[in-house]
């Protein structure tokens, strides 16, 4: 019977190839089905909006923006690339990361089957396939789904590349591994875990030059960003906003919260969600538990393979894997699998050890930097760089269990808990955010007037105000006509201008004063904006958070100061994932002086 091979190099028959891709096929149409279910749903929300805008910036712009951001410039300069084909409403931004998620749970297949057999990788995907968190990652126009995908990636081509000695792997770790850093700052958690791997595996044994030149590769082409990335280091501003989250809860609560998003509940994210939604205690004690049943039985022995005794030792085969690649030989036709393509338990333990310092030491890294510098470990979403590790933990001890019938009922409990939550997912999302937000001033709305955003309700805003009304006929050449109204949008602070995802509360209220000429600052662009025109609306969008309590009070007080004749209420409204009530008032200016 003829064979070909797994991911892994392991042989296959016909019936096992078939086992394989029905698997593989039906996990990912869950997965796509799930992450592209309901994906308009919810508006897009600050950071989501934040992204686009910063896509559609110039190219010097969009570097001089980042200076201020916590990501570097990958994810921005694709999204880019992607709206110029496929658009920019929400669907189409937001389905670059669904495509990022699909190929996590393709990879986490990959990885599981190569190194544990296919039903381990089978679970693995399952799990994350219907893992509520990184569907909320999937349906956000974010990088994160990618991050995580380039992570468990790169620390895979870097297991393989120690353990099998070839070199195409080592380029490869070294691509993704520049990829991932290019992607997001969180990236850094993953390289004390691959240089512990390194050391561990003596990477300098085999391959020492093309491990130097990788290294060298990596800097070079890193070097570039490397400004950049201490401005951001230097920017207090942007992660100030978390700072309250870690002092109440501090590492133990972080840690306990990265286990509540790991599991198959609804996550428990201290930035985003409308509303609160009480985790499932059940499904995050059973995750706990078999993935340390999942790490103790993987590293005692070997789960689901053959005995030692049926397999060549693992020092033997990797003595042949060396000669081959010395020599340039190829092993005998028809030899017998070794423990490289059957692993036995020698191979399952340090594959086993390999997923623990996958999961363990990203998170350990995350936690101690924010512990000794600035806080900047975000439960529920820095720590997905190490979920794909916990799943596998997971899936080996589904595998682990016994009699057979036992794992089935695990993974129906499983999927159970997360079908169970996902209905508190998809209905996330409060009435009247800002599509009607948009809807409301567009209606209203006259070329010239003026909307004032104030903390961070500008970026989602200023996203469905270019939606809010059909664009004007193409003309004979099929080009787009300019719209016909045109909105002056003003910040309050004025820095949230700078970054639409920027602003440090706690600073901002120690100075009272400065608030106030910030706000003085304002009305004297409006007053100077509207002079010698009649009857100018100005919509003001006050979140309301302590920051813009003086700068709504003066609105609604202070009629002659400001100058305006006559102020209206539109209504209130809720800002998409925070849930921040969002009271907007009609100022308007009737025959100003000029």
Known sequence: MSTTSAPG???????????????????????????????????????????????????????????????????????????????????????????????????????????????????????????????????????????????????????????????????????????????????????????????????????????????????????????????????????????????????????????????????????????????????????????????VMGTRHATGTKRASETKPATETRQATETKHATGTKPATGARPTSETKPNSATTRENTVWVVLMLVLPLGFGILSSMLLRPSYVPGRSDQVALPAFALLVAIGVSALRPVWLRWICLAGILGFAGSSLPDYYGNESDRTERELAAAIDQNARPGDVVICTSLTRASIEYYLERARPNPPDDSRGHALPRGHALTILSFPRDTADHLGNQNDQELLSDPAQLAAEADSVWSEVRSHVRGRDDVRVFVLVDMSPVNQSFHEGLRAGRERIGYRELRQLGVFRQSGTGHRIGVDVAVFRGSPS
């Not at 296959?12 to 799930?34: N, P």
């Not at 093309?210 to 230097?234: C, D, K, M, N, T």
């Open 9 to 295: 190099g392991t042989p296959m028959g016909r019936g096992w190839l078939l086992l394989f891709a029905v698997l593989l096929f039906a996990v990912l149409l869950v997965a796509t089905a799930l992450r592209s279910y309901d994906l308009t749903g919810k508006c897009l929300w600050v950071d989501e909006a934040n992204s686009v805008s910063i896509a559609a910036e110039p190219v010097g712009e969009r570097l001089a923006t980042l200076r201020l951001d916590s990501s570097p410039p990958l994810f921005y300069f694709a999204l880019n690339g992607w709206m110029d084909v496929f658009g920019s409403n929400e669907a189409a931004v937001r389905s670059l990361s669904v495509a990022g998620g699909i190929l996590l749970v393709a990879v986490v297949f990959w990885v599981g089957t190569s190194l544990f057999g296919t039903w381990v990788g089978a679970f693995a995907a399952s799990f994350l396939a219907i893992s509520p968190v990184q569907i909320f990652y999937s349906q956000q126009c974010r990088m994160y789904s990618w991050l995580t995908a380039l992570s468990i990636l790169g620390g895979y081509l870097l297991w393989r590349a120690v353990r099998d000695g070839r070199r195409e792997f080592i380029v490869g770790w070294a691509a993704t591994t520049l990829a991932a850093l290019y992607l997001h700052n969180v990236a850094f958690y993953l390289l004390p875990g691959h240089a512990v791997v390194l050391l561990w595996q003596r990477f300098w044994k085999r391959n020492l030059g093309w491990w130097i030149g990788s290294f060298l590769a990596v800097v070079i082409l890193y070097l570039p960003w490397a400004p950049h990335l201490l401005e951001q280091v230097r920017n207090e501003t942007h992660y100030a906003w978390f700072q309250e989250h870690w002092q109440r809860m501090g590492p133990w609560g972080a840690i306990r919260r990265t286990l509540v998003a790991f599991s198959p509940t609804f996550p428990e994210l201290p930035f985003q969600f409308a509303e609160s939604v009480r985790a499932n205690t059940a499904a995050v004690v059973s995750a706990g538990i078999l993935a340390l049943v999942g790490a």
